[in-house]
């Protein structure tokens, strides 16, 4: 356990800017993130919000200005929404202790002042004492999230995928240690990667997301323009084959050598997906469904972007910018998985209650090792805990095993918390603030 973190501070990911509030980082089509990552892209997901106004002009949560009204620019209407309107919000009211009480109206305090657009689910001592949603699910349609609204997972996925690992691990089809050229020889550089490379990414191979296998890399990215979202566009609406993404990623040398080094890569999983598939006789997707939503109760999740109840968008300045969902060949077992904040909280449930594996299989997911990831989570002291993005949606799960805490965001704007009032928040950020919220309860 000797790469656990404490609960990190987060950067904030805005800075005051010309006057109005910077988005320093914001996702765009990372499928699918991990702790650390960040996908620029200039000009579309790096906005300028509130530009011509002085910091001091800038309307906080809570307050109004009947001078004038805010507006929202979609890609085909424009929205006019009065500054006095209450942010829409749905919030369930269970019957709680006084102490839960106390920290569900600090919770609800904190995402009112945040203005948070998605669902909340907060458990504590295995009681869920919050769950609310918020803003819209589909601004251009007019429609409001609900507690039961579904939205991309996006690297959550990864707790499924290595959970899947492990169901064959425990079946005696694979051993960790094996290399993985025992099971994808066409990969010309897998003979010293492991099983357990991959899950714990130490394999060194590089991220096809990000690498420019896909036609744009990282830095192209960081520099292009919003001329540039067609190419993106066709980039997450292509269908891939899994020969497809093997032949571009292929000819890309390793970062380090397998186990001495960590990098975040979503190749990582794409191959375990693969290899999952080889040793069942059954689809990714198939084998998710039959071993592991079905099992635990998902009825609500699926790894089919149609079955989505909310739609997805990007902030632009002055407006917000609407993409397909990515096809689910590029997602793939990296983060494919469409879920709801209750389906969610039965699957860590489920994680926390041992229901899927065995004691030495949790035990090895949840070691952090050297690099603090353990096999699709990231460890911390005291906590373990995954986020996601892809297009038009962020998302993050914190569990703390010890009290029992679950805390789920999901979000259906990428990288950023509101619209209306220029608040700068993604999920992660949330959670680390709930978080704080029940340590301070707890001290």
Known sequence: MTGARSRPETDGSASIFNGGIRLKSQYLFDPIRGKGFRFFIAGVCTAVLLSGCSADSIRRPGTSDTSKTDS???????????????????????????????????????????????????AHRGEVIFEGAYGFSDLKEGT?????????????TKQFTATAVLMLAEQGKLSLEDPMSLYLPEYPKGEGITVRNLLNMTSGIPDYVTCGALGMSYDDLETASVEDVGRVRAIIEKEYTHEEIMRLISPYDLLFEAGTNYHYSNTNYYFLGMIIEKLSGMSYFDFLEKYIFEPVGMEHTSTDPSDLTSCGSVMIPFGRVYLPSQDRSLSYAAGVICSNASDLYKWEQAVLAGDLLSVDSRRQMFDPGDFGYGLGWSIGL??????????????????????????????????TGDYFSGANVNSEQVATEIYGILSDQQS
């Not at 409001?144 to 959550?156: A, D, K």
């Open 72 to 122: 929202i620019q979609t890609d085909t209407v424009r929205t006019e929404i009065p500054p006095t309107t209450v942010f829409p919000s749905v919030i369930r009211e269970p019957i709680l202790s006084s102490e839960n009480r106390v920290g569900a109206d600090l919770i609800r305090e904190y995402l009112c002042s945040v203005r948070y657009n998605g669902v909340v689910l907060v």
């Open 144 to 156: 409001w999230n609900r507690t039961e609204t579904i939205f991309e997972l996006g690297s959550i």
């Open 382 to 415: 005291d906590y373990y805990e995954h986020g996601g993005q892809t297009v038009g949606y962020n998302s993050h799960v914190l569990v703390v095993p010890s009290s029992r805490t679950v805390i789920i965001l999901l979000s259906n704007i990428q990288g």
